[in-house]
C-alpha cells in the first residue's frame, strides 16, 4: 500500500517519497546486505574517552594516519583527566602530522571540561556533549553510537552518498538525510549499523561509485534511473568536495611555523628565511591566525606553542 504524501510520516517530516513500507524495507536492506568491513583500532574500544579522540582525528584526516596516531596519542593521553593535566602545548606537540591543528585545541578544552563539569567523565547525553568545545552533531552522535551503542544514526560524506543515491534518489539536505538515516537503524543494532555504513560508503558507494557487484544495486533509486545525470550525491549537502592543492598553501606554511614552534628553540631566523621565501606579509598574516587560533604565542626568541 502506498501513503499518500500527507499522511506519510516521512514525506511530511523530509519531502522525499519514502512510504513507511519503504523506510521498513531499507531498514532490512541495509541490515541484511552490507556488513562491517575494516578493523580499525578505535572499533575494538568502548572507551568513550578513546572513541571522542578518534572521532576528532578523523575530520578531515585520512584513516590510515589516524590508525597509526590514535594509539599514540592515547598513550600519552588516556584519560581526559590526563590530557588536561599535561597542558595544551603537550597535545600539539602530540598532534605533530595531523594537520588542522585547531582541532587539537578543541580535545583539550575538551578535556578540561569534561574534568571541570563531569568529574573527569565523558558525558552520555546529547545535549552535553554537543556542550563541549568542537563537539557538534555528528561527533556526538558517533559517541552516542560507538561508544554508549545507542541507536542513532551517524551521517557523514560516505553515509550521505548512499543515502542520496540509493534510498532517496535524490539530492538532499543535512536534515533530510539525519532523518532518514535516524529511520533507518534498526533496535539495538546501532553499533554494527553505523559502522557497516561507513564502511559501505567509503569502499563501494565512493565519489566514483563500484556499482558493479553492489549488494544494494538492484534496489538503489539511482541505478533503476539508469544512473541519470547528475549523480544525486553531487548536490547533497554535507559530501565532499575536491580540496585545494596542499603544496604552497596557507595550510603548508602554517605547518611549518607549527613545527618551528614545537622545536623549542629560538627560530627567529628559520621565519625570516620563510618570510624570505613566501613573502613577509604572508608568514606574519599566518602567524597572526596561530596566534588567533590559540596555538601559538610570539615572544622574544619567535615562536612558542601554547
Given at each position: 500500500?502506498?501513503?499518500?504524501?500527507?499522511?506519510?510520516?516521512?514525506?511530511?517530516?523530509t519531502g522525499i517519497?519514502?512510504?513507511?513500507?519503504?523506510?521498513?524495507?531499507?531498514?532490512?536492506?541495509?541490515?541484511?546486505?552490507?556488513?562491517?568491513?575494516?578493523?580499525?583500532?578505535?572499533?575494538?574500544?568502548?572507551?568513550?574517552?578513546?572513541?571522542?579522540?578518534?572521532?576528532?582525528?578523523?575530520?578531515?584526516?585520512?584513516?590510515?594516519?589516524?590508525?597509526?596516531?590514535?594509539?599514540?596519542?592515547?598513550?600519552?593521553?588516556?584519560?581526559?583527566?590526563?590530557?588536561?593535566?599535561?597542558?595544551?602545548?603537550?597535545?600539539?606537540?602530540?598532534?605533530?602530522?595531523?594537520?588542522?591543528?585547531?582541532?587539537?585545541?578543541?580535545?583539550?578544552?575538551?578535556?578540561?571540561?569534561?574534568?571541570?563539569?563531569?568529574?573527569?567523565?565523558?558525558?552520555?547525553?546529547?545535549?552535553?556533549?554537543?556542550?563541549?568545545?568542537?563537539?557538534?552533531?555528528?561527533?556526538a552522535n558517533a559517541?552516542?553510537?560507538?561508544?554508549?551503542?545507542?541507536?542513532?544514526?551517524?551521517?557523514?560524506?560516505?553515509?550521505?552518498?548512499?543515502?542520496?543515491?540509493?534510498?532517496?534518489?535524490?539530492?538532499?539536505?543535512?536534515?533530510?538525510?539525519?532523518?532518514?538515516?535516524?529511520?533507518?537503524?534498526?533496535?539495538?543494532?546501532?553499533?554494527?549499523?553505523?559502522?557497516?555504513?561507513?564502511?559501505?560508503?567509503?569502499?563501494?558507494?565512493?565519489?566514483?561509485?563500484?556499482?558493479?557487484?553492489?549488494?544494494?544495486?538492484?534496489?538503489?533509486?539511482?541505478?533503476?534511473?539508469?544512473?541519470?545525470?547528475?549523480?544525486?550525491?553531487?548536490?547533497?549537502?554535507?559530501?565532499?568536495?575536491?580540496?585545494?592543492?596542499?603544496?604552497?598553501?596557507?595550510?603548508?606554511?602554517?605547518?611549518?611555523?607549527?613545527?618551528?614552534?614545537?622545536?623549542?628553540?629560538?627560530?627567529?631566523?628559520?621565519?625570516?628565511?620563510?618570510?624570505?621565501?613566501?613573502?613577509?606579509?604572508?608568514?606574519?598574516?599566518?602567524?597572526?591566525?596561530?596566534?588567533?587560533?590559540?596555538?601559538?604565542?610570539?615572544?622574544?626568541?619567535?615562536?612558542?606553542?601554547?
Open positions: 500500500m502506498r501513503f499518500p504524501n500527507d499522511c506519510d510520516p516521512m514525506a511530511s517530516k517519497d519514502l512510504t513507511a513500507r519503504q523506510r521498513s524495507r531499507w531498514a532490512t536492506l541495509i541490515d541484511e546486505r552490507i556488513s562491517v568491513q575494516r578493523d580499525l583500532p578505535w572499533r575494538r574500544t568502548r572507551d568513550p574517552w578513546g572513541i571522542l579522540v578518534s572521532e576528532v582525528m578523523l575530520q578531515q584526516t585520512q584513516v590510515d594516519r589516524v590508525r597509526h596516531a590514535w594509539p599514540l596519542f592515547l598513550a600519552s593521553f588516556p584519560t581526559p583527566s590526563a590530557c588536561a593535566e599535561k597542558g595544551q602545548a603537550a597535545v600539539v606537540r602530540q598532534w605533530e602530522g595531523m594537520g588542522y591543528h585547531r582541532r587539537a585545541v578543541a580535545l583539550y578544552r575538551c578535556a578540561v571540561k569534561i574534568v571541570e563539569e563531569f568529574e573527569g567523565i565523558v558525558p552520555e547525553s546529547e545535549a552535553a556533549l554537543r556542550s563541549l568545545p568542537g563537539i557538534g552533531p555528528y561527533t559517541i552516542l553510537a560507538f561508544a554508549f551503542e545507542r541507536d542513532v544514526a551517524v551521517v557523514d560524506t560516505n553515509v550521505a552518498r548512499i543515502l542520496s543515491r540509493a534510498v532517496a534518489g535524490t539530492p538532499l539536505t543535512q536534515r533530510q538525510s539525519q532523518e532518514i538515516a535516524d529511520d533507518l537503524v534498526k533496535a539495538n543494532k546501532g553499533w554494527a549499523h553505523n559502522q557497516a555504513m561507513l564502511d559501505f560508503g567509503a569502499m563501494v558507494c565512493r565519489s566514483s561509485p563500484l556499482c558493479d557487484g553492489c549488494p544494494l544495486k538492484k534496489s538503489c533509486r539511482w541505478a533503476r534511473s539508469g544512473f541519470a545525470d547528475p549523480d544525486p550525491a553531487s548536490k547533497t549537502a554535507g559530501t565532499a568536495r575536491p580540496q585545494a592543492a596542499f603544496a604552497g598553501s596557507d595550510r603548508q606554511i602554517r605547518g611549518k611555523l607549527l613545527s618551528l614552534a614545537r622545536a623549542g628553540r629560538q627560530n627567529l631566523e628559520d621565519i625570516s628565511e620563510l618570510e624570505k621565501e613566501v613573502g613577509e606579509l604572508r608568514v606574519q598574516r599566518l602567524i597572526s591566525s596561530l596566534v588567533d587560533d590559540a596555538l601559538v604565542k610570539v615572544t622574544a626568541r619567535g615562536l612558542v606553542l601554547r
